[in-house]
C-alpha cells in the first residue's frame, strides 16, 4: 500500500506564491516512478498540471508554464509543486499521483490540498 500526502495549501492573494509538498510513503520505489500533479476545481475534472521524470524531466499544462515548477526529492521520496504568480483560475485542490507506466495512473490518490487564490 502507498500513502500520498500533500500539504501546502492555502489561501493566497493574485500574484502570490505556495509551495506544495507530496510526501509518499509505503510500497513505492518512488525514485523510478514518474510523478504527477493534478487539480481539481469545483465543478471541472481533474486536470494534469505537471509531471516530472525519474530522470527530472518536466511537462507543464500551458496554463502554467513559466509559473510552476515541479521537482523532487527521491531521498526524502517527496514532490514539490512552486506555484509563483497565481491567479484566481489556479484555485482547486491540488494532489499528487504517480505513474504505474506511461499513461496509466496509480490508484493511490492522497486526500489533496486546497489552494484558494482571492484578493
Known amino acids: 500500500q502507498v500513502q500520498l500526502v500533500e500539504s501546502g495549501g492555502g489561501l493566497v492573494q493574485p500574484g502570490g506564491s505556495l509551495r506544495l509538498s507530496c510526501a509518499a510513503s509505503?510500497?513505492?520505489?518512488?525514485?523510478?516512478?514518474?510523478m504527477a500533479w493534478y487539480r481539481q476545481a469545483p465543478g471541472k475534472q481533474r486536470e494534469l498540471v505537471a509531471t516530472?521524470?525519474?530522470?527530472?524531466?518536466?511537462n507543464y499544462v500551458d496554463s502554467v508554464k513559466g509559473r510552476f515548477t515541479i521537482s523532487r526529492d527521491n531521498v526524502k521520496t517527496t514532490v514539490y509543486l512552486q506555484m509563483n504568480s497565481l491567479k484566481p483560475e489556479d484555485t482547486a485542490v491540488y494532489y499528487c499521483?504517480?505513474?504505474?507506466?506511461?499513461?496509466?495512473?496509480?490508484?493511490?490518490w492522497g486526500q489533496g490540498t486546497q489552494v484558494t487564490v482571492s484578493s
Open positions: 516530472i521524470t525519474s530522470g527530472h524531466n518536466t
Open positions: 499521483n504517480y505513474e504505474l507506466r506511461p499513461g496509466v495512473l496509480s490508484s493511490d
Open positions: 509505503g510500497r513505492i520505489i518512488f525514485r523510478i516512478y514518474t
